[in-house]
């Protein structure tokens, strides 16, 4: 054969094995390709997300306004037009003169202030009143209980009963208790500060522990006033829930809140999800509407569930600030703008007709598709984040978020709930941790029968003093509601 033949078959040879080398390599960089996308992929939804974790505030998340520090925007100097005081529509709140004083003092007119003449003996022909609402002297008043001690002729010795309450040689009374309760659990005043409170109304020093002893017994008057709550929240037809941080000794423990215009009750445990909700003893048999901000052990207990959406919004807010989804902006017009029809519906006494909540659904339905189109490729991705999680729960939930379209009763948003727990975040502020998990549960239970109380418009001191005595009831309000 040929040498150069064979030198040309030697070449092929050699060529093909470069080329199936070749393509080898190939495929190899081709898959280390495919891995690379998908890790710069994964890269930069890490690096939006946490660019999204650093671009977050109380305007675009959940987190409180307290915790914007130095990225809190000033508040605008230019007047707003508008005049000082109480705007249009509110119901102002102003001092009425009694018709019943307490005391009148007549200024009588002696002389005539022209001529000098003497007026001493004529008749008033009218008077112009003026009058000044201010605090009697405050002082403890001092009840002595006497017991009659009486012998029988049959040698026995007879001593009348005290009082149930009346239980010490020398004791404080039940206002002294509903007192040191409103100002430690309704005003958030420590018990150093309590005792200070009361020795400069009253002039009698009492001891930090004389204000916790109080506490505890109102605290033991709670019981079967809880049951009354339990039982009006049980029967209520929509219920706003939510749960916070609730620091003891130092250790994160939860606060848990049910309630509504009229109630409330408050729950401490150391745990946040269902353990503690079915511990609170309402959900597990609730059959209404329960709203929330999508803590997902919620889910867990029947009846129907309606969405904050005030978190929503914020949420939304968050994407349009970190992604620029533009389905977001489309879903936050589109919940403001039916939140405000359906108000003016509600307050005209209205509801919105059959072919209005069709669109409504129809356009969030459509909202939710440009969205899942746009999102395509990290919908497809095992990495989870903010817009994607969003995305996928307007989907999953479109009918309890939307449930204030059709129900009537439903809020928009949580605000109940959140206006409710908020003070559980004041009193920490004032006072920090609270020392003892008893001290804690104390304060749960008196303030939910306060913040009860308040919204119901009743007389708290007295309230308080007659839960002292055993002698509280809700009553009417109880069998209305």
């Not at 080329?19 to 939006?48: C, F, G, Q, Y």
């Not at 009486?150 to 020398?170: L, M, Q, T, W, Y």
């Not at 559980?424 to 941790?433: A, I, L, R, Y």
């Amino acid at each position: 054969m040929d040498e150069r033949v064979i030198t040309l078959e030697k070449r092929v040879l050699e060529l093909e094995d470069l080329l199936v080398s070749a393509l080898a390599t190939i495929e190899v960089l081709r898959k280390d390709n495919e891995l690379l996308k998908v890790e710069n992929t994964h890269l930069k939804i890490e690096i939006a997300d946490l660019k999204r974790q650093l671009g977050m505030d109380s305007n675009n998340s959940s987190k409180p306004p307290s915790s914007d520090g130095f990225k809190k925007k000033p508040k605008s100097l230019r007047p707003s037009g508008g005049k000082n005081g109480g705007q249009s529509g509110h119901s102002g709140r102003t001092l009425k003169m009694s018709d019943e004083p307490d005391v009148v003092i007549t200024h009588r007119v002696h002389a005539c202030g022209k001529c000098g003449a003497d007026l001493e003996n004529e008749p008033a022909q009218s008077v112009v009143k003026r009058q000044v609402f201010d605090l009697p002297p405050i002082e403890l008043e001092v009840t002595e209980h006497q017991a009659e001690i009486k012998h029988c002729s049959c040698g026995e010795i007879n001593r009348a009963d005290f009082p149930a309450n009346v239980a010490s040689h020398v004791q404080y009374g039940e206002r002294v208790t509903s007192l040191l309760g409103l100002l430690n659990i309704g005003h958030f005043i420590p018990y150093e500060r309590c005792a200070e409170i009361f020795a400069d109304l009253t002039g009698y020093k009492i001891s930090e522990g004389t204000v916790f002893s109080h506490l505890r017994t109102l605290e033991r008057k709670m019981f079967p006033i809880e049951l009354q709550i339990r039982e009006a929240l049980s029967a209520a037809p929509v219920l706003n829930a939510d749960e916070t941080g609730c620091p003891v000794i130092g250790k994160n423990k939860w606060l848990h809140s049910l309630s509504d215009p009229k109630w409330t009750l408050y729950h401490v445990h150391d745990k946040r999800g269902g353990e503690a909700m079915t511990d609170m003893g309402v959900l597990p048999e609730y059959k209404g509407v329960l709203v929330h901000d999508f803590w997902k052990p919620y889910f867990k207990f029947a009846g129907a569930h309606a969405m904050c959406n005030a978190h929503l919004l914020r949420e939304c807010q968050g994407i349009l600030d970190n992604h620029g989804g533009a389905w977001a902006g489309e879903m936050q017009n589109l919940l403001r703008l039916t939140w405000h029809e359906v108000k003016l519906k509600r307050e005209r006494g209205e509801s919105l007709k059959r072919e209005e909540v069709e669109n409504i659904f129809q356009k969030y339905d459509e909202i939710v598709a440009g969205g899942q189109n746009g999102l395509e490729n990290i919908l497809k991705c095992d990495v989870r984040t903010a817009a994607k999680n969003l995305l996928i729960r307007f989907a999953d939930y479109k009918a309890n978020i939307l449930r204030f379209v059709v129900d009537d009763r439903v809020p928009f948003d949580n605000n109940q709930a959140e206006r409710d727990v908020r003070m559980v975040k004041v009193k920490s502020k004032v006072s920090g941790s609270f020392r003892t998990m008893e001290g804690a549960k104390q304060f749960a239970a008196i303030r939910g029968f306060i913040s009860t109380l308040r919204k119901q418009g009743r007389d708290i001191l007295a309230s308080l003093g007659e839960a002292v005595k055993d002698k509280f009831a809700f009553g009417k309000i109880a069998a209305a509601e």
